[in-house]
């Protein structure tokens, strides 16, 4: 519940501040830009100006600070056990995608030169970051967020199997589980792995409509029956990802190919936009 309300919290924070300033500058934004010139809130909301300006500066630091706290956590060792690291990626697309949005309103929805290339490469290195998200959660991990090997695997396998045998109708739901999933073989390539994830979602939620109405028909207690319910969920989702595993993580080195060299563009070209900003004398506040 708290991981739930925190993350409802992140989306809340992230969609105030868009819609907050979506009303706030929409009739400069949908004005021309041969007519924003002559408009009152032209020198706040223009790429210069005082809140137009502060924009780009607060969404440039929130990416670089997104950027380097979640990478620092991922490969400084002292850091693995600060919390898990799921939650860490969850604030690191808050802030990645909360700064991105603060940019595109700091360039009024318009850029040219160096500036519209540091913008659309920081819109193709949000977009990757969601495929990367999408592919990062459908490999198996452990509680801090460390990918789990085949012998991690077949121990969870092992562990959910004795957990049901040692409850009223677990074995029942064990076999149920196992044999909806027996006929679907590992994908062999990119293109089968999607045929295979589609197949496996539709297999899961008939998985848990089934369970879910066994175990209601029963009189098992609640705290049984939600146990029971909760590891046939945590099983089907187990097998769905150790099926799509090998092509998944295919797919992952693919996506660190192209996410990483775009990540390190975005942040060239930030700095030379950056640079001639303040070669030309824009200083916001300061």
């Known amino acids: 519940m708290a991981h739930k309300l925190f993350v409802f919290f992140l989306v809340l ?21 041969t007519v924003r010139v002559f408009r009152a809130d032209h020198a706040t909301l223009k790429p210069s100006g005082t809140l137009g300006h502060g924009l780009g500066i607060v969404g440039a630091t929130l990416i670089a600070v997104g950027i380097a706290m979640y ?40 850029a040219g030169g160096i500036a519209a290339i540091s913008l659309w490469t920081m819109l193709s290195v949000m ?21 789990l090997g085949t012998r991690e695997i077949d121990a ?37 792995a999607v045929r295979a994830f589609a197949q496996l979602q539709r297999m899961k939620r008939h998985v848990r409509t089934m369970i879910h109405a066994k175990v209601g028909g029963t009189s098992l207690p609640r705290n049984a029956a939600h146990q029971i319910e909760r590891i046939a969920r945590a099983r089907a989702r187990l097998i769905q990802k150790s099926l799509l595993l090998l092509q998944v993580e295919r797919l992952f080195f693919y996506w660190h190919a192209i996410h990483l060299p775009f990540t390190g563009i975005m942040f060239v070209t930030l700095a030379v936009h950056v640079g001639v900003a303040l070669w030309l004398g824009y200083q916001w506040i300061f």
């Open 127 to 147: 977009a990757s970051g969601l495929v990367g998200r999408f592919l990062y959660v459908l490999i198996p991990r452990n509680a801090k967020g460390a990918e």
């Open 156 to 192: 969870e396998f092992d562990h959910q199997r004795s957990l049901l045998v040692s409850v009223d109708l677990g074995r029942e739901v064990l076999e149920f589980i196992d044999s909806t999933f027996a006929t679907l073989q590992r994908p062999r390539d990119v293109r089968g």
């Open 71 to 110: 990478s620092t956590r991922k490969r400084v060792r002292a850091l693995w056990d600060l919390g898990k690291l799921s939650t860490w990626l969850e604030v690191h697309m808050f802030l990645c995608l909360l700064g991105p949005t603060l940019v595109v309103y700091h360039t009024t929805f318009k």
């Open 13 to 33: 924070v992230g969609a105030s501040a868009a819609i907050a300033l979506a009303l706030t500058g929409y009739d400069y934004y949908a004005a021309p830009q």
